[in-house]
Antibody
């Protein structure tokens, strides 16, 4: 079935790094744009980044630009989020999501269950 | 990019209709027909309820409908049911090629 499974979350100290992965199955991964979205405890959804189906274009929220990098490996059906210079305020559940489009943000019909990232000393 | 503006909470009785508004600017909601609505139950993955302002994905009840006028989009739920109780978020594509979410609306079914 169509599925996204995130992994790589955990506890990291402020200033540290973490790489999240999102394994896709059940659809043609290489045909769709992909997002990362997070939800901090008690807060709403926050969009973080989007990558085209080709992997050639990336877009970021100001809050993570320069610190986070979205990437994909279409041969492995996997999306990544490299997170550097992590801050306490980055603590959240991180979701990957499949867009309906390949290079436009038309709406995300498939979401993973999320992976928790805690930034704490 | 500022978050889109949604009411913090709305409520309704079973069988009633409610509408959740989502106000942005001409640089997001008003400028593009890429407004989506998501239903989010705590601890679960968000679910797409409406895309491109007014289209329903396969499997979503026709009790859910979306519209837009100027810089404000709206989600209407008719025939309210207990299972509709959840958080609802709007999102929009923006003029700087980003996506922005609303702050979220907690729907309570009385």
């Amino acid at each position: 079935q169509v599925q996204l499974v995130e992994s790589g979350g955990g506890v990291v100290q402020p200033g540290g790094s973490l790489r999240l992965s999102c394994a896709a199955s059940g659809f043609t991964f290489s045909s769709y744009g992909m997002h990362w979205v997070r939800q901090a405890p008690g807060k709403g959804l926050e969009w973080l980044a989007f990558i085209w189906y080709t992997g050639t274009n990336e877009y970021y929220a100001d809050s993570v630009k320069g610190r986070f990098t979205i990437s994909r490996d279409n041969s492995k059906n996997t999306l990544y989020l490299q997170m550097n210079s992590l801050r306490v305020e980055d603590t959240a559940v991180f979701y990957c999501a499949k867009d309906r489009g390949g290079s436009t943000m038309r709406g995300s019909e498939i979401w993973g269950q999320g992976t928790m990232v805690t930034v704490s000393s | 990019q500022s978050a889109l503006t949604q009411p913090a909470s709305v409520s309704g009785s079973p069988g009633q209709s409610i509408t959740i508004s989502c106000t942005g600017t001409s640089g997001d909601v008003g400028g593009y027909n890429y407004v989506s609505w998501y239903q989010h139950h705590p601890g679960k993955a968000p679910k797409l309820m409406i895309y491109e302002v007014s289209y329903r994905p396969s499997g979503v009840s026709n009790r859910f409908s979306g519209s837009k006028s100027g810089n404000t989009a709206s989600l209407t739920i008719s025939g309210l049911q207990a299972e509709d109780e959840a958080d609802y978020y709007c999102s929009s594509y923006t003029s700087i090629s980003t996506l922005v979410f609303g702050g979220g609306t907690k729907l309570t079914v009385l």
